[in-house]
Each structure stands twice: as structure tokens, then as C-alpha cells.
Antibody
Framework: EVQLVESGGGLVQPGGSLRLSCAASGFTVSGNYMTWVRQAPGKGLEWVSLIYTDGTTKYADSVKGRFTLSRDTSTNTLFLQMNSLRPEDTAIYYC?????????????????WGQGTLVTVSS | EIVLTQSPATLSLSPGERATLSCRASQSVSSYLAWYQQRPGQAPRLLIYDASNRATGIPARFSGSGSGTDFTLTISSLEPEDFAVYYCQQRRNWPPLTFGGGTKVEIK
């Protein structure tokens, strides 16, 4: 079964750091496009970052230079290192995989998604 | 950045009724548009991709149409589990990938 499980969220002070993890099962993280999307409390979805199969990463302007997306093939886990956190980074952070239908994968349509991990940036 | 505008913000309907949701792009996205459903307390799930293709396991009552700047998600007959928030997303020009602000389908 394809599954994504996020962890690492919590309460952090402004300026602090957190590292989110997304453990994958049923497929390989390195063989798929993977993304992080966040949702502020009561708000809509905001794309954060994406990693290609070749390791290339892309970021939203709002997090560029502060967040770093990486992956570990040995543990089949995706990471989001978040530095210089701001109150406006408060959100549920979801990881998701590029959608695959049969043998074909669509890199930037996303399914499945994990259940999310809550990050709260507050003093 | 391509801005997606969804309307209406809230749609109040009864089970069995037809729902029509709109997503308008600030510039052409061709057919590179998807729709997601998010039920309360749950993660989003992909419903429609490339404007009109249903994702695996999505019931036939969900359909998508449109191209260019105007898109529609139609739910032909609302089931109780369809009351949720729906988002559109484009991949025509990115980064950034962008989502619409969402349409909440609520029980009337």
C-alpha cells in the first residue's frame, strides 16, 4: 500500500528551525516527484517545494533561502529543513507524491498525500 | 504567477442536487488544471487532472471540463460524503505551482 507519514512538526519560536520528515512506503521517494504543500489554519493550500527524480529542487518565493528539501534513499524519507521560521509559516505541512496512473506518473499532479504535521511559529 | 480564482466561495446544496464549481485562471493554462477534494480534518485528494481526466477510483459523478482560462468541476448528484472543500491547481507555468482559494460545498 502506498502511504506517506509526516512527522517533526511542533511549536517553535520565530527565528527558530524545524526539520519535517515524510516517511514513504509502497514506492521509492527517489523514483518519484515529491512535494510539500502547506495550509495555514482555516486557509487554502499553498505549494512550498518540490524535488524531481534527478534531485533538482524548486521552492516558492516565500520560503526560498530558508527551507531546504532533501531525501534519503536508505530510509525512503523526504525531509524539509525549515530555518528562520516566521509566524506566517504556521500551517499544516503535507507531503505528497506525483500522481501515477498505471505505469505513467504525472510529476506535478499530487496524490497520495500524507495526513500532515502542524507547525506553529509563535513566541 | 498564475492566479486561480474559484467561485462561488460557498455553495449550499442538498444531497442529490447538481453542483457546478468554477475556476478561472489569470492567463491560459491550456488543459493543465487539476481539482482536489478536501474533507474536514483530512488531506486533499486528487479528483480530476488535465482538466477532464478522473483520477483512479474517483466516482463517475465527478466530471471536469474547460480549457484556457475557464474550468468547471461538476458533481452530478451530491452524495453526503461530497460535502467538502474543492481546490483547483495549475501546472502550466511554474514555479510556483498555484492553487485556487477553494469552494466549500455545504449542506443546505
Amino acid at each position: 500500500e502506498v502511504q506517506l507519514v509526516e512527522s517533526g512538526g511542533g511549536l517553535v519560536q520565530p527565528g527558530g528551525s524545524l526539520r519535517l520528515s515524510c516517511a514513504a512506503s509502497g514506492f521509492t521517494v527517489s523514483g518519484n516527484y515529491m512535494t510539500w504543500v502547506r495550509q495555514a489554519p482555516g486557509k487554502g493550500l499553498e505549494w512550498v517545494s518540490l524535488i524531481y527524480t534527478d534531485g533538482t529542487t524548486k521552492y516558492a518565493d516565500s520560503v526560498k533561502g530558508r527551507f531546504t528539501l532533501s531525501r534519503d534513499t536508505s530510509t525512503n524519507t523526504l525531509f524539509l529543513q525549515m530555518n528562520s521560521l516566521r509566524p506566517e509559516d504556521t500551517a499544516i505541512y503535507y507531503c505528497a507524491r506525483g500522481y501515477c496512473s498505471g505505469a505513467y506518473c504525472y510529476p506535478v499532479w499530487f496524490d497520495p498525500w500524507g495526513q500532515g504535521t502542524l507547525v506553529t511559529v509563535s513566541s | 504567477e498564475i492566479v486561480l480564482t474559484q467561485s462561488p466561495a460557498t455553495l449550499s446544496l442538498s444531497p442529490g442536487e447538481r453542483a457546478t464549481l468554477s475556476c478561472r485562471a489569470s492567463q491560459s493554462v491550456s488543459s493543465y488544471l487539476a481539482w482536489y477534494q478536501q474533507r474536514p480534518g483530512q488531506a486533499p485528494r486528487l479528483l480530476i487532472y488535465d482538466a477532464s481526466n478522473r483520477a483512479t477510483g474517483i466516482p463517475a459523478r465527478f466530471s471536469g471540463s474547460g480549457s484556457g482560462t475557464d474550468f468547471t468541476l461538476t458533481i452530478s448528484s451530491l452524495e453526503p460524503e461530497d460535502f467538502a472543500v474543492y481546490y483547483c491547481q495549475q501546472r502550466r507555468n511554474w514555479p510556483p505551482l498555484t492553487f485556487g482559494g477553494g469552494t466549500k460545498v455545504e449542506i443546505k
